[in-house]
């Protein structure tokens, strides 16, 4: 993890743009920078997490898989588990040698998805540094003990998130 990097902002919205001409605002109804990048106050993987609200018809639609392919992005899809539907994902900086890039991870559903929830945690971090710097600090106690283990780290952060969530819905 890194200190934040104002530049983040400006690779986030160079790759929107870049989104909303290959595929159209039709389509792309909405995209969000979150993820840790997005909060200034706090150390970040150098990841830009992306979400994409699209209309429900497009969640696994071939042609619109098939243009994020052209940007340069592997499609997954994250399978329905415990109150969360199944959506799409899609990753792009990663090379099989083990060299990165900008690394860019996509979370793509329709904006009632439970996935959106992570935009209000994202502004909520923003105006509550205390929580943030908490965040922070399961972050960086998470990536020592699962150092290579992105499950075990992810699921590490689910209980602050969905009380932070909770914080929020009060």
Known sequence: MVDHNPEWKFIYENEKNRIINKVGNKTVLRIEHFGSSSIPSIKS???????IAIPKEKLFD???????????????VVPARENIAAYSSFGKGYHVDGKKDQIFHIHMCPEDHIMWKQIDFRDYLNSNLERAKQYENLKLELAAKFKNDRGSYVLGKTDFVNETLAIISK
Not at 45 to 51: A, N, Q, S, T, V
Not at 62 to 76: C, P, V
């Open 62 to 76: 071939e042609n619109l898989i098939a243009n994020f392919k052209e940007l340069g992005y592997s499609h997954f």
């Open 45 to 51: 993987k150098p990841y830009i997490d992306l979400m």
